[in-house]
C-alpha cells in the first residue's frame, strides 16, 4: 500500500510541475485531468476496437469526458459509473441525447440525460481513469478501487470477458515501468496516449 501511495504522489506531483494536470483541479487525490486527453480519446477512437464496440462503459472521470463524448456522437450506448459509485450506473442512449452530447457526457449532464440501469446490457468496451499503467497490464487508481470495483461488477454480471478490451486514457508520463499490483487489483488491456495505442498482451 505504501509502494502504491508513494507512486501516487510521484505521479501527482511531477504532472502538477510539468503543467501537465488542469491547473483549476489540483490532482493530487483524483485521477489526473491532463492536457491531452482530448487527442488520447481520439486515438482510442481511431482503434478498431472501438469502432467494432456498441456499447462502451466508462469511469466519470474529467479525463474521461471526451471518451463519453465520442461514445455518444459515435451512436454507442454508454454505460457511465456514478462518481463514488454513489447512485450506481447510468445508461444514455444516444438517439436520446442528439444534439446534446457534450452535455451529456459531463456528469451532472449524464443524471440529465441518463437512467439508472436495472440491467446491463452486453459491454464491448471499457474504459477507466488512471493515475498510472505499466505495461504488463498494471493499473493504479485514486486509491478508492472503484475502477477494481466497478470491472469486478462488469465480470460478475456476466457482462464483459477476459477478452473485453479494458482501456484506459493517460498521459505518456503516467505509463511506468512497474505498478504495485495486489490480488484484487483487476488488470487492463489498453492503454490510449495523446500519441499512440498500446496493446497488452
Excluded at 503543467?19 to 488520447?40: L, M, V, Y
Aim: proline share 5%.
Amino acid at each position: 500500500m505504501k509502494n502504491k501511495d508513494k507512486l501516487r504522489t510521484c505521479i501527482w506531483d511531477m504532472m502538477e510541475a510539468r503543467k501537465i494536470s488542469n491547473p483549476e483541479k489540483p490532482c493530487h487525490g483524483r485521477i489526473p485531468d491532463f492536457k491531452g486527453s482530448k487527442e488520447a480519446a481520439g486515438m482510442l477512437r481511431s482503434t478498431e476496437e472501438w469502432k467494432k464496440a456498441e456499447v462502451v462503459f466508462s469511469s466519470p472521470d474529467t479525463a474521461q469526458i471526451k471518451v463519453r463524448e465520442y461514445a455518444l456522437l459515435d451512436g454507442k450506448k454508454l454505460i457511465m459509473a456514478s462518481p463514488n459509485l454513489e447512485r450506481g450506473y447510468i445508461l444514455l442512449d444516444p438517439l436520446k441525447v442528439q444534439g446534446s452530447e457534450k452535455a451529456a457526457s459531463s456528469k451532472e449532464g449524464a443524471f440529465k440525460f441518463g437512467t439508472n440501469i436495472q440491467r446491463f446490457p452486453g459491454v464491448d468496451l471499457v474504459v477507466e481513469g488512471s493515475v498510472a499503467v505499466d505495461m504488463s497490464g498494471g493499473r493504479l487508481g485514486k486509491g478508492k478501487s472503484y475502477g477494481d470495483t466497478e470491472i469486478v461488477h462488469l465480470f460478475h454480471e456476466k457482462v464483459i470477458k477476459e477478452d473485453t478490451p479494458i482501456a484506459t486514457t493517460v498521459h505518456e508520463i503516467q505509463i511506468v515501468d512497474s505498478v504495485p499490483v495486489e490480488a484484487h487489483d483487476q488488470k487492463i488491456n489498453m492503454i490510449a496516449t495523446p500519441e499512440r495505442v498500446l496493446r497488452i498482451f
